[in-house]
């Protein structure tokens, strides 16, 4: 079944290509595209996610260490960061917001899922792989990877939070480390099925929880919390659009708005985010 999605979506896209991969003069069969690729759309990195197609399959025994993108994905994931992260400023402004597009949401996490130890099998989503979400978030803090952006799709529920990620050294060259990144989960374009739709009460709003340690034999170990805060929601239909906007002081502000409805406080002050502030109101 994968291999007949991969070969409907490779027809109707074109191949994508991964802009960091060199090309090779190997014929390759449709089946051996990567659905996963990077490019830059109005100077802003992406990285398009295959998080349906890789993930391993799971029962009661392998939940915690079954993987939602394979070593290879992961692997490139990673090395796209760190490229956009030191080597893209050279091409691009300092800090430039990196985005991944993820068909799972990436956070926050579903409360069924953290309920006992067997318990991430009920979610279909990152936090259903533990191994996978705690090795990127580690990846992210202990890197100090700044304005990283999650945007995903598959609830049918708007959802907007940020993470705070907070890594504190434990070895001779350790040190504290803060970093911050910004999860969007946008509604359903069509989803007229109440069955069908998470509820906000099915997500853990605000939450810290402690990432699993880590062999570090070669490197600095740290002991890595996240906080999850500053959750909203949005229900009904329509789209999402973000927005990313370069300041004079050289700051990145980011909106986003699901559908017509900017988001809003109650108060009528509009939402942006950046990774020093996190989600306050526009100045």
């Not at 025994?61 to 394979?70: E, I, M, Q």
């Not at 893209?88 to 799972?104: D, E, F, L, V």
Request: aromatic share 8%.
């Amino acid at each position: 079944m994968f291999k007949n999605d991969d070969l409907t979506y490779v027809q109707y896209d074109n191949k994508p290509k991964d802009v960091a991969e060199p090309q090779t003069n190997r014929s390759e069969s449709v089946f051996d595209t990567k659905l996963h690729h990077s490019f830059v759309h109005r100077g802003l990195p992406f990285f398009m996610l295959n998080s349906r197609t890789q993930r391993n399959h799971r029962n009661n025994g392998t939940a915690k260490r079954a993987l939602l993108l394979d070593e290879l994905q992961m692997q490139r994931l990673k090395n796209w960061l760190i490229y956009e992260d030191q080597q893209g400023t050279k091409k691009r402004p300092a800090n430039t917001p990196k985005i991944i597009a993820s068909p799972s949401i990436f956070l926050p996490r579903h409360r069924r899922s953290v309920q006992n130890d067997n318990a991430q099998i009920h979610s279909d989503s990152w936090d259903g792989f533990p191994a996978s979400l705690n090795d990127l978030l580690r990846f992210i803090a202990e890197n100090e990877l700044q304005n990283v952006v999650f945007l995903s799709g598959d609830l049918h529920l708007g959802v907007s939070c940020e993470a705070v990620l907070t890594a504190t050294g434990t070895g001779e060259n350790g040190g504290n480390k803060q970093t911050r990144i910004l999860s969007l989960h946008t509604t359903g374009l069509y989803a007229p099925y109440p069955f069908a739709n998470a509820l906000p009460e099915e997500l853990l709003t605000e939450e810290t929880f402690k990432l699993p340690a880590v062999e570090a034999s070669n490197r600095d170990s740290y002991e890595v919390n996240c906080t999850v805060q500053n959750t909203q929601f949005q229900r009904g239909e329509g789209f999402t659009q973000l927005n990313c906007e370069k300041t004079a002081s050289g700051n990145w502000l980011i909106d986003w708005a699901f559908d017509a409805a900017r988001n809003m406080q109650a108060s009528g002050e509009k939402l942006v985010w950046n990774s020093e502030h996190g989600i306050h109101s526009r100045p």
